[in-house]
């Protein structure tokens, strides 16, 4: 029972046993196949299947602690890893549908086979188009997004109050800080009063935590910006030292604590806590913070914590971590993402007892270098009376 509790606490083993049995499938079929009919490709299938397996593998096992230790020596290794564990997953995916066609069209007329033959080249060429794609197009393609959160009661002064909200940046190999610059300038654009980021400022320990800060100390926000940390500053172990960094250039870190702004005759009570691990107990002191007579802002990297941030009587929450599923499709008018199989709280706007948590899909990527479905996003949060 170890031992399996052991291999479901490693996604990495789970995805490396499918990937293994999808290719391994795949080539028996295949070489049944070329037996029967003398197929002139069995050889290069033979070599393809096998490459893109042993790519998949060594990239999965790499991230397995401590053998991860002896891969992650610079941005190049960790794009191979990447982009292998891309390509076995979107690869293995391909191989199940083909096999899935495969016994259709045994079963159709010869007229209705033309359709899955050409189905069949479809699902082959489609690991190329997905990866190429994600990396290429999606993992940049920063989308503007405002949205309109109204709160019962709201003071005249805070109407319309435009705040940048900014999350899972993951500057690292996968993210340059070029690319973080073109995020700044946008948000820089949309004239917004006030910046929360939240959370997610780096991957590992071995990622320019400082030059990140430099970039966000770039925000132009009359109300300045504040910000938590999330899970990776605890992987990191770089909680304190993001939140001197973000001191030191005039951005405020909050670790279970508060700051209270003003706009006019009104003010604005912001919390920030650090990364709330999932089936823990939420926001166990957070409640202290909440203050009577003013809007109630709270800033949690892990959007989970929601039903208890609403039943303690936080008007809008705003939290980040999910990537909104980083890779999600679209089956039977539902989302298919990693995400769901985690929180209910994936991505965009939900209310719960008159109060709203906003999920943004955040800027960077992590395990793999691409996005499909759920782009990199700079929300823009618009308060406005119910």
């Known amino acids: 029972m170890r031992l399996v509790a052991t291999i479901f606490r490693n996604t990495e083993i789970l995805l490396l046993v499918a990937v293994t049995l999808t290719h391994w499938l795949f080539w028996l079929h295949w070489r049944k196949q070329a037996r029967a009919q003398g197929s002139p490709y069995r050889r290069l299938v033979k070599l393809a299947v096998g490459l893109s397996l042993c790519w998949a593998s060594i990239s999965i096992i790499g991230n397995l602690r401590p053998v991860a230790m002896r891969f992650e020596t610079g941005p ?10 891309l390509w076995g997953i979107t690869v293995g995916a391909a191989l199940t549908l083909y096999l899935i066609v495969v016994n259709l069209e045994q079963r159709y007329k010869p007229e209705r086979r033309e359709f899955l033959d050409a189905a069949r080249t479809a699902i082959l060429a489609a690991p190329a188009v997905f990866t190429a794609y994600g ?9 503007m997004k405002e949205i309109d959160i109204r709160i019962p009661g709201l003071h005249k002064d805070l109407q319309g109050l435009r705040i940048l909200h900014l999350s899972d940046i993951h500057l690292s190999p996968f993210l340059s800080e070029r690319e973080l610059a073109r995020v700044i300038d946008m948000g820089n654009e949309a004239r917004a009063k006030l ?3 939240t959370g997610d400022f780096i991957t590992n320990g071995l990622d320019p935590l400082e030059a990140c800060m430099d970039q966000l100390a770039r925000i132009r926000c009359e109300a300045g910006v504040l910000g938590c940390n999330g899970n990776h500053e605890i992987f990191a172990r770089a909680e ?9 250039r005039g951005m405020r870190i909050l670790r279970d604590e508060t700051a209270v702004l003003r706009f006019g005759d009104a003010r604005l009570n912001i919390a920030g806590v650090d990364y709330q691990r999932f089936h823990e107990p939420y926001l166990v002191h957070t409640a202290r913070h909440k203050q009577e007579g003013m809007v109630n802002l709270l800033l949690s990297h892990n959007p989970d914590v929601f039903p208890v941030a609403a039943k303690q009587g936080w008007d809008l929450t705003l939290a980040g971590h999910t990537h909104g599923g980083q890779i999600t499709v679209e089956i039977l008018h539902q989302w298919a993402n990693v995400a769901r199989m985690f929180t209910p709280y994936v991505s965009g706007k939900y209310e719960q007892d008159g109060k709203s948590l906003y999920v943004t899909r955040g800027i960077g990527t992590v395990g793999v270098p691409a996005r499909v479905g759920a782009p990199p996003e700079v929300s823009i949060i618009r308060l406005c009376a119910s």
Request: hydrophobic content about 30%; aromatic content about 6%; proline content about 0%.
């Open 195 to 197: 910046c929360v980021v």
């Open 135 to 143: 990396t290429g197009i999606g993992r940049s393609d920063y989308e």
């Open 240 to 248: 304190e030292r993001t939140r001197q960094l973000g001191g030191a």
């Open 76 to 85: 190049t290794a960790t794009w191979i890893k990447g982009m292998g564990e």
